[in-house]
């Protein structure tokens, strides 16, 4: 009997958590002949999250927890969840109800066909239309500069089947970049678009860093293009001061009265030089940022509670079929 793991990563999400697990338990209960789990994994919350998931998990061995010491962040602790999943395939679901989960069953139909990884991807959002427009344009430059084929708009989820997920473990990054990673495997994937909600409740737990730091991370693990960049655009620069130079001389040579540089050139040219040098700066101390990352190899969280995982899941669901859901599908 085939094992799914669905995974949740959730952070003070306390009015989502018992409706999201409601609705992957109706969910399952209507796939035919699997067993689940739904393991939670929550990052010091400081609301009444884990309260809820306790009292849940008190009544239903399918569900499992994972209580981090602290807040590890938003890139590490769905990875570390996704590791710890027992399931022959594994589906990666927000909390917030942005994922549709409904979409569960044509991710498992998909993978029984044989895609050993089925991603959801935003073909619209309901969210601002200038950030998902910063979004998109963001997702198609970092895809234009990978080394790898990245999936434009896919967030992560999805789901992944099991030797995926062992091929994750064996790079053991500290930091990852999930999408990319799922990329640089290069296992055959298939997409299901779909069109993104609002979150249900709550609010969301992104801020500008945040999202600063995953945009950097997918930009320094997946190219090399912004520091060879900077050395094209220097040579080139160079070459450009020294033609100007060579163009002053000559003008004040020829017209040594009438011919004045002036300041503000110079202080224009002072000022763009370096602008740009602060600029590569930044740029080159992202990637060392990710080298001293790598170095630390620090671990991806540290537990402070397991629950349920000592109870097997018992749960066998019904073989009654899903309702198709109707979504567009592309082959990737």
């Known amino acids: 009997m085939k094992r799914i793991s669905v995974v949740t990563p959730c952070y003070n999400e ?23 789990e739904h393991l939670f994994i929550d990052n010091a919350s400081t609301d009444k999250t884990v309260d809820a998931l306790r009292e849940i998990a008190a009544h239903d061995p399918n569900l499992k927890v994972i209580v981090n010491t602290r807040n590890f962040g938003h890139i590490r602790s769905p990875i570390y969840a996704i590791l710890q999943a027992s399931g ?22 998909k993978w029984e066909e044989g895609y ?3 991603l959801g991807v935003k073909a619209a959002s309901d969210e601002s239309a200038i950030f998902y427009a910063l979004r998109k344009a963001y997702y198609y430059i970092l895809a234009r500069l990978s080394t790898v084929r990245l999936v434009l708009n896919a967030t992560g989820f ?6 995926v997920i062992e091929s994750m473990r ?21 997409k299901i678009t779909y069109h993104q909600p609002l979150r249900r409740r709550g609010i969301t737990k992104n801020n500008f860093y945040t999202l600063y730091d995953l945009a950097m991370l997918g930009l320094t693990n997946h190219s090399k293009a912004p520091l060879r960049l900077a050395a094209m655009l220097g040579f080139v620069m160079s070459f450009c ?48 940022g990710a080298i001293h990352t790598q170095v630390q190899r620090h671990p991806l969280v540290v537990e ?29």
């Open 14 to 36: 306390e009015d989502n958590v018992r409706e999201l697990y409601q609705a992957v338990k109706d969910l399952f209960g209507r796939v035919a002949k699997y067993r689940y």
């Open 88 to 109: 022959d395939a594994v589906i990666a679901l927000a909390a917030d109800f942005q994922d549709p989960p409904e979409m569960i069953a044509d991710f498992i139909t």
């Open 116 to 118: 050993p990884i089925v």
């Open 158 to 163: 999805g789901l992944y089947d099991r030797k």
């Open 170 to 190: 064996q790079i053991n990054d500290p930091y990852p970049y999930f999408r990319g990673l799922i990329a640089d495997l290069g296992y055959e994937a298939y």
């Open 241 to 288: 001061s020294a033609v100007v130079a060579i163009v002053y001389l000559v003008m004040k040579v020829l017209f040594w009265y009438r011919f004045e540089a002036g300041m503000a050139p110079i202080m224009i040219g002072l000022f763009f030089f370096a602008s740009v040098q602060l600029l590569f700066t930044g740029i080159i101390g992202e990637y060392i």
């Open 304 to 332: 402070k509670e397991r629950i349920n995982f000592d109870q097997p899941s018992t749960n066998l669901v019904s073989d009654k079929p899903v309702d198709a859901v109707q979504y567009d599908r592309t082959l990737c």
